[in-house]
């Protein structure tokens, strides 16, 4: 497999959106609430920016506040890089994604594919 964005499936466009999340606990109860900002998106996933990290592999619903529309996504949690700044960039892969949530990302991507 190849590194960076050889490797990946979608095109992202960087863009910063509020997001707020829920992380799922083992039993499917909502373990932890917080907000994030988004750093890039694309029809597959989002790199995510918190302040703590996520449990890898754990399951969050993500409501993005996308100009004037909420976007909510499922997501797995990928992968963890934290920043010198104390920031963690998390990789969400998106799942069970609505017919909704997919048109609202089209746009998304649409009105900033040249920032990609």
Not at 20 to 49: N, P, Q
Request: aromatic share 4%; glycine share 10%.
């Amino acid at each position: 497999m190849t590194s960076g964005e050889d490797s990946r499936r979608y095109p992202r466009v960087k863009h910063l959106y509020l997001a707020a999340y829920d992380i799922y606990g083992a039993l499917g109860e909502v373990a932890e609430s917080s907000i994030g900002r988004t750093l890039d998106i694309s029809m597959g996933g989002m790199r995510l920016e918190t302040t703590k990290p996520l449990p890898l592999l754990s399951k969050v619903n993500i409501t993005l506040a996308a100009g004037d529309e909420m976007v909510e996504v499922e997501g797995e949690v990928v992968h963890l890089n934290k920043k010198g700044t104390g920031r963690i960039e998390t990789g969400v892969e998106f799942v069970n994604l609505s017919h909704q949530a997919k048109e609202h990302i089209r746009i998304i991507l649409a009105a900033n594919q040249h920032q990609g």
